[in-house]
């Protein structure tokens, strides 16, 4: 089965720029979606199709994708943007297609 | 505005069953694909089931198949979780979401129910 692999903690300053990626074979090939979920709420999605933001996501959020490795960056980090943050894609690679999650990175803004 | 309101959580004991339910507002319900996922505590995102727009494709994953069974009513613009043969494994919060495209993002998602799985 397809596994995703991110960092279990990423930590920046304030006003820095933090990357956090997922680690995946040939994850370069698939659609990478990213989630945000602060504590006590539900997931909400920052970045879509490796880097579209859906409305109201500020423009401080982006995405990329290639190779093995898709990264969601950060820039100009606020206190608020403290959450944990996981990678998504589909596996269709069986006849039974698959959401697979990364096991998530806790942002800790220092 | 779209809405997904979980309900049907609570305590059971292993065996047991339950059924969950994900009220749905704010959009056509009876054009999107829906899905379960769940977050057991302090663990990360884990993806149930998944169900196309008519109710005619399903998919699990492995962990729950055989056990639970995802269903749809459109007319009510409801989508379920029947879960059997619980285990103590299963206990998590259940977010009902939805699917933007068969095979992309859960643009989004409800506020989640308890479930846990203990005697």
Redesign the interface.
Known sequence: SYVLTQPPSVSVAPGQTARITCGGNNIGSKSVHWYQQKPGQAPVLVVYDDSDRPSGIPERFSGSNSGNTATLTISRVEAGDEADYYCQVWDSSSDHPKVVFGGGTKLTVL | QVQLVESGGGLVKPGGSLRLSCAASGFTFSDYYM?W?RQAPGK????VS?ISSSGSTI???DSVKGRFTISRDNAKNSLYLQMNSLRAEDTAVY?CARV?DP?????Y????TLVTVSS
């Open positions: 899905s996922i990360g995102l884990e993806w998944y998919y699990y994953a977010y933007f095979a992309g993002y859960f643009d998602w409800g506020q989640g």
